[in-house]
């Protein structure tokens, strides 16, 4: 097993385990006591000295499911004992470059360390932990084959993570390159090589993204050499994970006839798009050009190409099945031209429950959970879609502890049930009917809730269509509204659906790993616009006033009969198309503003075959 990089590594360590009455500070009941120390590893070497590493060391201490963050220090400012309560900690060392208040992102000589260790605190105990922190960077490592010397001038490689970037040139050929990833979503490394051909004095320039996604740890190496074709130049990619070696070989030619290879994201679960390289001396018909796909290898489809800028082609197969491997080929003036190439499209998942076929009573209660644990559908044995009603027993107390059941089962237009969500009040405050996709976290006294929105996703569709029928009267309870909202007790309330996708932190937005965002409906400031929110990356919303108006993404107001079932597609609209979601967010309120408590407390708004469409 090879590694490219040489393990430099810090070691964090506690003093000898000892009981705590040994120590001369008083123990509070239920505290235990860590004693830290730290010491540099002889095989570390970095262009900071051991000193400066240990000096700017950071030292951050969590619940172990970072719940929250218990204690920081510099490593020359922690105290020599730190007393915890009795509970399971994570311990994380941060050193180098990283740790700095300004780092450099991008350094030819700076190296970021990074370790982590689960422990835990017990009473009248001194705890021993090792953490091993290793080089934490995203290494390039660009070599030039002496061919490149001997037939380029003046050449040099840009290799880069967005405006982060080093400069290769034969000087620095076999340099390691150190770059901060950390924190950074699906940071890939963009290079571009520039030269002047010696024997004619043109310029050569090539660029092109590593696919693989840089990763902390990592080394990624890339090798170039001249070939014996003029005007060639083949780019060979190395990139070392430390625990299994993936080589890969990247030709480029100035002029060639073939297909291209697509982005990872260009490939969804509906539609592809695909490209390739057309020489216009030897094609020069552009309408000739054409590309053709297959599933199975005997039955094609052959499409019109767009020609993108000279000698450039591309096409958007669509109609294609989701988790299917499909074969294309250029096709130009009638004949096959080149090898055909291969792409496997991405997974198409049903939403778990979309009619809501599986339900049952919370345990001594008698209004419903959204999920069966004895059904035979693993997807609906636990629970996905949650409500305002809350779990009681079963989990926390909602509405349904005070008496208003907002969400139940009702009779269905796919199948036997779908789901009715009702606004109801009690003591002039409105609770808004509700279902969404996580779970109810709980009361805020009686006057509001707080809420963890979104479940675990990692498809990309393209809509979401279902079955709705709502009826609402003029808003009667109005406690407060958003900037430029404007509503009254002379205008009907509305019923909201939204659907959003996106790479949402709980760190960051409050909520748990599976349910992210946390909206505590008493304070605005936790409410997310998954318009502007910048870590949504696709976002679509559906609203139906009570007098029969609809508006679709913020479009226009159609006229719709209400009080009927209709079937509503709502286009999902992406923000960016470089980027796969984490989690789903879907919504629905039979009050638009009931987070704001105010609507109408007879809205009703019935759910039922709920479906992502990937086209």
């Avoid at 074709?229 to 990619?237: A, H, P, Q």
């Avoid at 070696?245 to 982005?263: K, N, R, W, Y």
């Avoid at 997310?528 to 949504?536: A, F, G, P, R």
Wanted: proline share 4%; aromatic share 12%; glycine share 10%.
């Amino acid at each position: 097993m090879r590694k490219i990089f040489s393990a430099a590594v810090i070691v964090l360590l506690s003093a000898i385990a000892v009981s705590c009455n040994k120590v001369n500070a008083p123990v509070t009941e239920g505290e235990g006591c860590l004693t830290l120390g730290v010491k540099m590893d002889a095989a570390t070497k970095a262009a900071m000295s051991s000193d400066e590493l240990l000096s700017s060391a950071i030292v951050n201490i969590y619940y172990a499911d970072f719940s929250g963050l218990i204690r920081s220090y510099k490593y020359s400012e922690i105290p020599e004992t730190i007393y915890l309560p009795a509970n399971t900690y994570r311990c994380d060392v941060i050193a180098g470059e990283a740790s700095k208040d300004a780092p450099a992102y991008a350094s030819w000589e700076q190296k970021s360390y990074k370790g982590s260790k689960e422990f835990t605190i017990t009473p009248g105990v001194n705890t021993n932990v090792e953490v091993l922190a290793k080089v934490n960077n995203a290494i390039s490592k660009i070599t030039f084959d002496p061919t490149v010397d001997e037939n380029f001038t003046d050449y040099t490689l840009t290799i880069g993570i967005g405006e982060n970037t080093l400069v290769y040139d034969s000087t620095k050929s076999g340099s390691e390159g150190y770059f901060i990833v950390a924190g950074l979503v699906e940071p890939q490394f963009e290079w571009t090589f520039e030269g002047t051909l010696a024997k004619d004095g043109s310029t050569f320039t090539k660029s092109a993204t590593i696919e693989e996604i840089a990763e902390p740890g990592k080394t990624y190496a890339l090798t170039l050499r001249y070939t014996i074709k003029d005007g060639d130049i083949s780019f060979e990619l190395l990139v070392d994970y430390s625990t299994d070696v993936v080589d890969d070989t990247i030709i480029f030619e100035p002029v060639s006839t073939g297909l291209a290879a697509s982005s990872i994201y260009e490939i969804w679960a509906g539609h592809a798009t695909v490209h390739a390289d057309v020489d216009a001396t030897e094609y020069p018909d552009p309408t000739a050009v054409k590309f053709a796909y297959s599933a199975d290898g005997v039955n094609w489809t052959t499409v019109d190409s767009n020609c993108t800028s000279e000698g450039v082609y591309e096409a958007t197969l669509t109609g294609l099945q989701g988790g299917t491997e499909y074969t294309y080929k250029l096709v130009v003036a009638g004949e096959d031209v080149g090898d055909p190439m291969t792409f496997t499209t991405e997974a198409a998942p049903a939403i778990p429950n979309g009619s809501f076929e599986h339900y049952s009573t919370v345990s001594g209660a008698s209004y419903y959970k959204f999920y069966d644990p004895s059904c035979d559908d693993p997807t609906c044995q636990t629970m996905w879609w949650g409500s305002g009603n809350g779990e009681g027993s079963e989990g926390v107390n909602g509405s349904a502890s005070m008496g208003i059941v907002i969400t139940t089962i009702d009779t269905g237009v796919v199948g036997a049930h779908s789901v009715l969500a009702q606004s109801g009040s009690t003591l002039g405050m409105l609770a808004a009917g509700n279902i969404f996709t996580g779970n109810f976290d709980g009361l805020v006294g009686t006057s509001g809730g707080r809420v963890n929105f979104g479940r675990p996703w990692t498809a990309r569709p393209t809509a979401l269509r279902l079955w709705v029928k709502y009826t609402a009267s003029k808003m009667n309870i109005i406690k407060g509204q958003p900037a430029g909202a404007n509503i009254s007790t002379s205008v009907y309330d509305r019923c909201q659906i939204s659907v959003a996708l996106g790479t949402w932190s709980y760190k960051t937005y409050g909520g748990t790993k599976d349910s992210p965002i946390k909206v505590n409906t008493t304070d605005a400031s936790t409410f997310v616009n998954y318009y502007t929110d910048s870590n949504t990356i696709a976002n679509g919303e559906l609203i139906v006033f009570g007098n029969g108006i609809q508006k679709i993404n913020g479009g226009e107001e159609t006229s719709v009969a209400n009080a009927e079932w209709r079937q509503i597609t709502i286009p999902i609209n992406y923000h960016t198309t470089t980027a796969y979601p984490t989690h789903v967010v879907i919504s629905c309120a039979a009050s638009m503003y009931g987070d704001y408590f105010s609507g109408s407390d007879d809205a009703k708004l019935w759910l039922d075959g709920v479906e992502f469409l990937y086209e």
